[in-house]
């Protein structure tokens, strides 16, 4: 097969590339070399490759600076998806798309999980354009699978998981306030990967939650993190309330991948064994990286 991975920089287009290849041929890019709101650049790539498949990890993700640079957020995260969902559907090519909790109000009670089959309500700007995206594939309708996923965070690009770290390595006797009234399914991006494979290689068509298994807050997240990188640094709990932030973050972005489970293509692990994993992998690159 051959498959086009858009965002292909970014922590889990880089991962597909690397999980892909063994298996198929790939062509992994990013800007400035491709950028999905540009029909020339889009049909430039399609006309001359002619992909099987193209998996969408492009997006634009700052969530807080959404807020005030909307029009470049829908942009990507809407119109984006709309011209490879036109462009899928004229050349038929299979398209997976990467989407988010934050279509998600949060509102729902802890523990009770997200189906695929749950009405979304986003509150960020960020969760709007995302489900603007979704809609846009949905009404174009070319063959696809979408995957909401959540809390990710992988070896390359920037996540949750490196800014604690930075901020434990370079000041460790400041300790961490890390907030703990906000609930969800933390996800290795590498795990990620080898689920759209799996989607991919199965072609399934149709909506997935696609998270780590379990739940947390990020306060457990980063307390279970800072032990197992073996780092002497005081994780606290704190509120939302005394975090303050120009988004609204759901309290509850807890994620079932029930539809994955029911097509029998549930490779998503226990979000502890793959943090565990993930940190025996890259423990020394992580510390070498925030230390630089």
Request: with cysteine; net charge neutral; hydrophobic share 40%.
């Amino acid at each position: 097969m051959k498959i086009l991975v858009t965002g292909g920089w970014g922590q889990l287009g880089w991962d597909c590339r690397e999980v892909f290849s063994p298996r198929h041929e790939v062509l992994s890019l990013d800007l400035p070399n491709l950028d999905i709101t540009e029909a020339a650049s889009v049909d430039g790539i399609l006309n001359l490759w002619k992909p099987d498949a193209i998996v969408n990890c492009a997006a634009y993700t700052a969530v807080d600076r959404a807020e005030s640079d909307v029009a470049k957020a829908w942009r990507v995260n809407r119109e984006g998806p709309a011209l490879l969902a036109s462009r899928a559907k004229a050349y038929g090519i299979f398209l997976v798309h990467v989407s988010t909790d934050y279509v998600f109000d949060g509102l729902r009670p802890v523990p009770q999980p997200y189906l695929e089959t749950d009405q979304p309500n986003p509150s960020s700007v960020y969760g709007k354009s995302k489900l603007a995206g979704e809609r846009e594939i949905q009404e174009k309708d070319p063959r696809h699978a979408i995957l909401r996923t959540a809390w990710l965070y992988g070896a390359h690009g920037y996540n949750f998981l490196k800014t604690i770290l930075r901020r434990a390595v370079n000041d460790p006797r400041k300790g961490l306030r890390v907030v703990s009234d906000q609930f969800g399914t933390p996800t290795w991006s590498r795990r990620l990967a080898h689920q759209v494979l799996a989607v991919l290689e199965a072609d399934a068509a149709g909506l997935f939650h696609a998270s780590g298994e379990g739940y947390c807050s990020w306060y457990d997240f980063a307390k279970e993190f800072i032990s197992l990188m073996k780092l002497d640094c005081e994780v606290r709990p704190c509120t939302t309330a005394d975090y303050p932030t120009p988004t609204v973050r759901p309290a509850n972005s807890i994620l079932e991948n029930a539809a994955l489970k029911k097509a029998r293509l549930n490779v998503m692990k226990d979000w502890r064994e793959d943090l565990g994993e993930y940190v025996q992998r890259y423990r020394e690159a992580l510390l070498n990286e925030v230390r630089a």
